[in-house]
C-alpha cells in the first residue's frame, strides 16, 4: 500500500530542533519538520512511497529552493529531502497564498486529486495554514469513502513547547482526534439508521492489534473488541429476523458498555459519552419481557428494516399468543393453528370449514382471540403486508409505494401494543384475566377434553339418537345438560306479542354461566330473536354456539279411495354446525 505524506511549507526561518516522540525518539536537530517526520516515520520508505509539499510562490523562493545568503550556502527544503531521504519519491504541489472560502475548495480538490486509490495518508499540518487540520479531517473522510484511503497519522510538531536548552519539540499524532469523528459518525449511524458495519470496522482491527501487542492484557481493547462482536451479531440477528437470539444478545451487549463504563477509556476518552448515548438505546430491552419481542419489530421500524420488522412482529405475536395459551410455541402444528384461529376469526369461517390440527385448541384461541379483538385485529393487516412485501410485489393488487409499507408497520405496532402491553403484565404477575372464560389452562382444558366434556342445550326439544351419537364421537361428550324446568320455560314461551325484551333471556344466562366450564359445546336453537341474541350474548364471551342440521328425505304413497297422494317427509340428522362469528 503506498504511503503518502502531505506537508506545508511558509516563508518562516524556522528554527533548527530535534523533535521527539511519546516513545523516547527523537529527530536529528534541523529547520524543516517535513525531514524530521520522514526519520522518525519514514525509515522504511521506497520511491513507491511519495512526500508531497505543498507550498506558495513566495515560500518556494525563501525555503524550498537553495540560496545564498551573505556568501553562505542555504539548502532549501528540496535539497535536504533529495539528500537525507533519497529513497522516497518527493512532489512539490503550487498553491494559492489567498484564504478565501473558493481558495479552500481549490486546496481540497487538489489535495484529492493527490490521493489515489488505497493510499495510506500522513498529514503533516505543522506549517499548513490555520484550517487545515479541519481540512485535513474532511479530505480524509472523503478520499476514504471515495479511493478507500486509509489515514496513517496526522502530525503536528509543536515548536510552541520548545525546551530552549535541550532544543526538544514534542511531535503530536492528532490521528486519534481525527478518529473522533468516525465514531461519531459510526455510532450516530447505529443509533439512527441500525447499521453497525462502520463501529465494528473501526473497533475489530486497531483492537485486535492492540490486544496482539499487549498480549491480550489490554482491558480497553478486550473490551471494545467484544461490544464489536456483539454488535455484528445484533446486526445479524435482526436482519435474519433471529428473535430468540435479539434478547441474549442485547444483554450481553448492555453488560460490556457497563464494563466499560468501568475501564478508563485512554485511547479517545470523549468515547465515554458516545457509549453511553448506546447503552441508553438498549435501555427499552428487558430480558424478562414480553415487551422485548415487541420492541425488536419497532427497533426494525426506526430503523428502516421494515420486512424484518414485519416478519418479526408476525411471528412474535404468534409467540406471545402461544404463551397466553399455556401452548409450546415451538411446535409447528401449533403455531399453525394460532394463524389459522386469526383467519377463522377474522373472517368468520365455520367450524365444519376449517382445516386445522386440532379444532379444540383453535376454539380455545379463538375465545383468547375474541378477548383481545380489538388488538388483534391488527394481524391481519400485518399478514396482507407480510405476504406482499414477501412476494416482492408480483401479486395483484400489491402495494406500489414502497413507503406505504413503513407507515403500515408503524399503525399496526401501535395497534398491536396493548395486547403486548397486557400479556406482558400477565407473564410478571402484574395482573390476572379479565374474564373466567377467558385464559384458561391449557394443561387443565386437555384433561377436560380427554375426560369428557359437557354439552349444554338451549332446545325445546330434546335430541334424537343420530345427535347423541354424532355429539360423543365428535367431542367425547359425556354429559349432555338441558335447562332447568323454570330456566327452559323462559326459552320456550317467549311472548309473541310487543317488542323484544332483553330481560326474558336473564334466566338462560344466569343458569349458562353457573354451568358453563371451558370447552363445553353450547346447542342453540329456538325462537328466532332468542336465537340470535343468545348466540350474539355467547360469542361477545368467546364461547361458539351451534345448531343442528338436517336433510330431508320425501317418501310417497297413492290413496286406493280416491286417487290422492300422501306425502310423508322424514328429516334426518347430518352434522352440527357452528353459528358465524358474530363481531
Known amino acids: 500500500m503506498p504511503r503518502k505524506l502531505i506537508s506545508f511549507l511558509g516563508t518562516t526561518d524556522y528554527t533548527p530542533c530535534h523533535y521527539f516522540l511519546p516513545d523516547g525518539r527523537n529527530s536529528k536537530l534541523g529547520k524543516f519538520v517535513q525531514s524530521a517526520v520522514l526519520e522518525l516515520y519514514g525509515n522504511d520508505w521506497t520511491q513507491e512511497d511519495q512526500i508531497i509539499v505543498c507550498l506558495t510562490k513566495e515560500a518556494k523562493e525563501k525555503n524550498w529552493n537553495d540560496k545564498v545568503v551573505e556568501g553562505c550556502n542555504i539548502y532549501g527544503l528540496n535539497s535536504i529531502l533529495q539528500v537525507q531521504h533519497p529513497n522516497v519519491s518527493v512532489k512539490m504541489v503550487d498553491i494559492d497564498a489567498d484564504q478565501s472560502v473558493e ?4 486546496l481540497f480538490d487538489q489535495i484529492v486529486e493527490l490521493i489515489e486509490t488505497n493510499d495510506e495518508i500522513y498529514f503533516d499540518v505543522t506549517n499548513a495554514f490555520r484550517t487545515f487540520p479541519i481540512m485535513a479531517t474532511m479530505v480524509w473522510n472523503y478520499v476514504k469513502t471515495l479511493r478507500g484511503a486509509l489515514l496513517g497519522k496526522i502530525l ?6 520548545l525546551d530552549r536548552e535541550t532544543k526538544m519539540a514534542p511531535m503530536i499524532d492528532l490521528a486519534e482526534m481525527a478518529s473522533l469523528l468516525e465514531w461519531t459518525i459510526g455510532i450516530n449511524q447505529f443509533l439512527c439508521y441500525g447499521n453497525t458495519a462502520t463501529l465494528v470496522t473501526m473497533i475489530d482491527e486497531p483492537m485486535s492489534r492492540d490486544l496482539k501487542d499487549t498480549k491480550g492484557q489490554d482491558a480497553e481493547a478486550s473490551q471494545l473488541k ?3 462482536k456483539a454488535l455484528r451479531e445484533f446486526s445479524l440477528a435482526l436482519s435474519t429476523c433471529r428473535a430468540n437470539r435479539v434478547q441474549p444478545i442485547i444483554q450481553d451487549l448492555k453488560g460490556i458498555l457497563s464494563e466499560l463504563e468501568k475501564v478508563e477509556i485512554h485511547k479517545l476518552p470523549p468515547l465515554v459519552k458516545l457509549l453511553a448515548k448506546m447503552k441508553e438505546k438498549f435501555e427499552i430491552f428487558d430480558s424478562n419481557s414480553i415487551m422485548d419481542y415487541y420492541y425488536m419489530a419497532h427497533w426494525c421500524c426506526e430503523h428502516d428494516l421494515i420486512q424484518q ?5 408476525s411471528e412474535n405475536v404468534v409467540t406471545v399468543i402461544c404463551w397466553n395459551n399455556g401452548l409450546d410455541e415451538r411446535k409447528v402444528e401449533i403455531r399453525n393453528d394460532v394463524n389459522s384461529a386469526l383467519t377463522i376469526h377474522h373472517k368468520s369461517i365455520p367450524e365444519p370449514l376449517w382445516r386445522v390440527c386440532e379444532n379444540s385448541r383453535v376454539r380455545q384461541l379463538l375465545k383468547h ?3 383481545h379483538k380489538d388488538a388483534l385485529a391488527f394481524t391481519q393487516d400485518l399478514t396482507n403486508k407480510r405476504n406482499d412485501i414477501n412476494h416482492a410485489g408480483g401479486k395483484p393488487g400489491s402495494i406500489k409505494q414502497s413507503d406505504k409499507f413503513k407507515r403500515a408497520l408503524e399503525e399496526i405496532l401501535d395497534g398491536l401494543k396493548p395486547y403486548f402491553e397486557y400479556s406482558d403484565e400477565i407473564l410478571n404477575g402484574k395482573r390476572e384475566g379479565d374474564e373466567k372464560f377467558h385464559h384458561a389452562d391449557r394443561t387443565e382444558q386437555s384433561k377436560r377434553e380427554d375426560a369428557g366434556l359437557k354439552m349444554l342445550l338451549l332446545l325445546s326439544h330434546g335430541l334424537t339418537d343420530e345427535q347423541w351419537k354424532n355429539a360423543r364421537e365428535r367431542w367425547n361428550i359425556v354429559s349432555f345438560e338441558s335447562m332447568p324446568t323454570t330456566v327452559a320455560q323462559s326459552w320456550g314461551y317467549v311472548p309473541a306479542v310487543g317488542e323484544w325484551n332483553e330481560s326474558w333471556l336473564n334466566p338462560v344466562k344466569i343458569w349458562l354461566e353457573e354451568i ?8 342453540v336453537q329456538g325462537e328466532p330473536a332468542a336465537t340470535m341474541r343468545m348466540v350474539v350474548w355467547l360469542a361477545e364471551r368467546s364461547i361458539p354456539a351451534y345448531y343442528a342440521t338436517t336433510k330431508r328425505k320425501v317418501m310417497t304413497e297413492e290413496s286406493a279411495q280416491d286417487g290422492s297422494v300422501t306425502s310423508k317427509r322424514v328429516f334426518q340428522h347430518v352434522q352440527f354446525r357452528q353459528y358465524p362469528c358474530v363481531n
Request: glycine share 10%; net charge negative.
Open 516 to 523: 358453563y366450564e371451558s370447552g363445553d359445546i353450547v346447542v
Open 369 to 371: 382471540i375474541h378477548a
Open 156 to 161: 503536528y510538531g509543536n515548536f510552541e513547547a
Open 309 to 313: 420488522g414485519i416478519t418479526l412482529l
Open 226 to 228: 467484544k461490544l464489536a
Open 103 to 106: 481558495a479552500q475548495w481549490k
